[in-house]
């Protein structure tokens, strides 16, 4: 499986991106996605999920009511919609797809965000 974001770039305080993640290869395999963060000098973190199957979606606080993600199965792609961005939200964002049922588990290689202020 091969994953790959786009849709990083530099966005003002307040603006909106959409990132997309675009899978390739045995996605079959998949039953859940994500997004993670990672700002420099701190660990990689959540930020929000998303099952394959029937769509559950689990946000951080810190994004709640601010991201949406969502998934295009006939696709293989899934979004992450950052609206009202703020400077703290700047970092490398990674997909991140896992298969419980074959113990895998699959990382892009990231897209940069930055967020002036």
Avoid: H
Wanted: charged fraction near 15%; charge should be positive.
């Amino acid at each position: 499986v091969q994953l790959v974001e786009s849709g990083g770039g530099l966005v003002q305080a307040g603006g909106s991106l959409r990132l997309s993640c675009a899978a390739s290869g045995s996605t079959f395999s998949i039953n859940t996605m994500g997004w993670y963060r990672q700002a420099p000098g701190k660990q990689r973190e959540l930020v929000a999920t998303i099952t394959t199957g029937g769509g559950i979606t689990n946000y951080a606080d810190s994004v709640k009511g601010r991201f949406t993600i969502s998934r295009d199965n006939a696709k293989n792609t899934m979004y992450l919609q950052m609206n009202s961005l703020k400077p703290e939200d700047a970092a490398v964002y990674y997909c991140r797809g896992v298969s419980t049922a074959y113990g895998m588990d699959y990382w892009g290689k990231g897209t940069l965000v930055t967020v002036s202020s």
